[in-house]
């Protein structure tokens, strides 16, 4: 059974920092890209950062960001400890939103896609 466990999300004042991890179970963690999605209130779901997986030929551990977090959050992972993290700096009003963490793997044209149940992140004063 896939578990993806989030943890660290919580109430932080604007210009705070707050460090995510997503705990991985039942994959092999370091064949698959891992991923922070969040959904803020009223908005859809969308790509925070990302990191692709130790099959990514010459990129791996390639990282993007959404452009609204470049210089502030860094997305790391610990292949030994099945771990990602989500460091996030200089944090906003508009960073506020539940934080899922996601693995994503192409088998031979099938995609395996795995979500979290979600951290909540409250950037307020």
């Known amino acids: 059974q896939v578990q993806l466990v989030e943890s660290g999300g919580g109430l932080v004042q604007p210009g705070g920092s707050l460090s995510l991890s997503c705990a991985a179970s039942?994959?092999?963690?370091?064949?698959?890209?891992m991923a922070w999605y969040r959904q803020s209130p009223g908005k859809e779901r969308e790509l925070v950062a990302s990191?692709?997986?130790?099959?990514?030929?010459?990129?791996?551990?390639?990282?993007t960001y959404a452009d609204s977090v470049k210089g502030r959050f860094v997305i790391s992972r610990d292949n030994a400890k099945n771990t990602v993290h989500l460091q996030m700096n200089s944090l906003e009003p508009d960073d506020t939103g539940v934080y899922f963490c996601?693995?994503?793997?192409?088998?031979?044209?099938?995609?395996?896609?795995?979500w979290g149940q979600g951290t909540e992140v409250t950037v307020s004063s």
């Open positions: 996601n693995a994503v793997r192409n088998v031979f044209g099938h995609l395996r896609n795995y």
């Open positions: 039942g994959i092999t963690f370091s064949n698959y890209a």
């Open positions: 990191i692709t997986s130790s099959l990514t030929a010459a990129a791996i551990g390639k990282t």
